[in-house]
Antibody
């Protein structure tokens, strides 16, 4: 049974870097042949794709966030991570990690983690 | 304004058939496959339809997807109260080189 679990600080100060990790069980990031990525959702609003990575291959980022986003993989822990720099109040939202079937169909999701931006 | 406009709301009574539309362009729906998600209150989205018409294991055949040109639709037949949720379409966009989502449609079962 594939499971994804987000973790990381729930509170980040403005202008600092948001760092989240997604732990994967039931599949291997390095050998599954899938993309792994992040999607966020402001409370009560729609979904925004942040980006995703294919281990050993391509990384794609949302153009509106590209200058601030890095997604990376730690195969030793079977985890992948999100770093978002220079955060503002607009980045305070619910963050999901997901496995992608192809490049756009997220077939497994984490439960989501809420990030607040405040000093 | 979402890249893939969807009606903000839809409704139906139990047993009815409801369709939700998703409008795109040549750079997204027109040249790539469409996927649909269901998001129940307080939960993560769930993949409902992928590659225009395919249902993941466990999704009832009451849910079906279609695509024509630069538009796509999700149909739900035999509407049930547990179908009350938000529904989102998504596709790869060749111009943005990324995934775009619809704004979401809130389905109410009256």
């Amino acid at each position: 049974q594939l499971q994804l679990q987000e973790s990381g600080p729930g509170l980040v100060e403005p202008s600092e870097t948001l760092s989240l990790t997604c732990s994967v069980s039931g599949d291997s990031i390095s050998s599954s042949g899938h993309y792994w990525g992040w999607i966020r959702q402001p409370p009560g609003k729609g979904l925004q794709w942040i980006g995703h990575i294919f281990y050993g291959g391509s990384t794609f980022y949302n153009p509106s966030l590209k200058s601030r986003v890095t997604i990376s993989v730690d195969t030793s822990k079977n985890q992948f991570s999100l770093k978002l720099t220079s955060v503002t109040a607009a980045d305070a939202t619910l963050y999901y990690c997901a496995r992608f079937r192809g490049v756009a169909a997220a077939d497994y999701w984490g439960q989501g983690t809420l990030v607040t931006v405040s000093s | 304004q979402s890249v893939l406009p969807q009606p903000p709301s839809a409704s139906g009574t139990p047993g009815q058939r409801v369709t939700i539309s998703c409008s795109g362009s040549s750079s997204n729906i027109g040249s790539n496959t469409v996927h649909w998600y269901q998001q129940l209150p307080g939960t993560a989205p769930k993949l409902l339809i992928y590659t225009n018409t395919q249902r993941p294991s466990g999704v009832p055949d009451r849910f079906s997807g279609s695509k024509s040109g630069t538009s796509a639709s999700l149909a739900i037949s035999g509407l049930q109260t547990e179908d009350e949720a938000y529904y989102y379409c998504a596709a790869w966009d060749d111009s943005l080189n990324g995934v775009v989502f619809g704004g979401g449609t809130r389905l109410t079962v009256l």
